[in-house]
């Protein structure tokens, strides 16, 4: 499944991806790696829609890879994986379709 959420070029806020489904007993999100790819040029948009500014590097949390998201233009489409690595070194991808809108509906 793909989440898809919307969001200004001005908003900038933390997202929470849940992984609970894929965790096993006792696992917790240790860490996690995030990126992104703007929809069909599929150049790299890392730097300009995923905030890692101090204080706001992607993190796990128990069940959660918890990233900040920032910027893009008004009709982009964006890409985001997160990859998350867990307490019993298994790796898990969620994905999440960021689109770029004028106002929030």
């Given at each position: 499944?793909?989440?898809?959420?919307?969001?200004?070029?001005?908003?900038?806020?933390?997202y929470?991806?849940?992984?609970?489904?894929?965790?096993?007993?006792?696992e917790?999100?240790?860490?996690?790696?995030?990126?992104?790819?703007?929809?069909?040029?599929?150049?790299?948009?890392t730097?300009?829609?995923?905030?890692?500014?101090?204080?706001?590097?992607?993190?796990?949390?128990?069940?959660?890879?918890?990233?900040?998201?920032k910027?893009?233009k008004?009709?982009?489409?964006h890409?985001?994986?997160?990859q998350?690595?867990?307490?019993?070194?298994?790796?898990?991808?969620?994905?999440?379709?960021?689109?770029?809108?004028?106002?929030?509906r």
């Amino acid at each position: 499944m793909r989440l898809k959420i919307e969001k200004t070029p001005g908003e900038k806020f933390d997202y929470a991806m849940s992984f609970t489904k894929e965790l096993q007993p006792e696992e917790t999100i240790d860490s996690v790696t995030v990126s992104s790819t703007q929809r069909y040029s599929w150049r790299d948009t890392t730097a300009r829609i995923v905030d890692s500014e101090e204080g706001h590097e992607p993190e796990g949390s128990a069940n959660f890879a918890v990233f900040w998201l920032k910027g893009g233009k008004v009709g982009e489409v964006h890409d985001v994986k997160a990859q998350g690595t867990t307490s019993g070194g298994r790796t898990l991808d969620g994905f999440l379709e960021l689109r770029i809108v004028r106002k929030k509906r």
